[in-house]
């Protein structure tokens, strides 16, 4: 094999590292997104609370039917106008980008749409911003089965940002079932 061939054959190496191939998946950063594993005493896996905290005149427990997959979804039903889940805060890591999805189902008769979206918050935990929101109304038509929310942005919109989460909310009021919580931070390389 001569110097060009050897050289040829070392770029296409190099260019299929670089480009990602064979891409290593990213990691889920949210702990027991689908539920299934170890639950606190509030019913929701450790580090996620609700918004307002504590319970009034909303609930938020998980449930054993309906489940997209797996045994358990979470039940988040509200009579306030705005209830929000947060899953967890993770620290930003600079030149990165965040997606989060989750999987949602409107039951017969709902009356509030499933919001979701990535917050943006500087170290005292005050919020700098977020991702677009992705919706699902009940004006969608249909309300059969589940659903795919999805989000994604650069914390590079908002440049104090040292840490975000992922905020899954049911708008005006009712009750929105959800399942398979991902969320993601990557570099570009990584995509």
Request: proline share 5%; with cysteine.
């Amino acid at each position: 094999m001569n110097r060009m061939s050897i050289c040829l054959v070392w770029l296409g190496l190099v260019g299929t590292v670089a480009s990602g191939d064979p891409q290593v998946p990213a990691r889920n950063l949210i702990n027991w997104g689908s539920l299934d594993g170890n639950l606190q005493d509030s019913g929701l896996p450790a580090g996620w609370q609700t918004h307002p905290a504590g319970f009034g005149r909303y609930d938020c427990y998980t449930v054993s039917a309906p489940s997209r997959q797996g045994t358990r979804s979470l039940r988040l039903s509200a009579q306030e106008p705005w209830v929000s889940l947060v899953t967890g805060q993770h620290r930003l890591e600079p030149g990165t980008r965040q997606s989060g999805q989750v999987w949602v189902h409107l039951p017969a008769g709902a009356t509030g749409d499933a919001w979701l979206r990535i917050d943006y918050l500087n170290d005292a935990g005050a919020a700098l911003g977020s991702s677009p929101v992705a919706k699902r109304r009940i004006s969608d038509g249909t309300n059969d089965g589940w659903h795919l929310l999805k989000v994604e942005s650069r914390a590079e919109d908002f440049p104090l940002t040292t840490q975000f989460q992922l905020i899954a909310a049911v708008h005006g009021g009712g009750t929105v079932f959800w399942d398979d919580f991902e969320l993601y931070s990557v570099t570009d390389l990584e995509r």
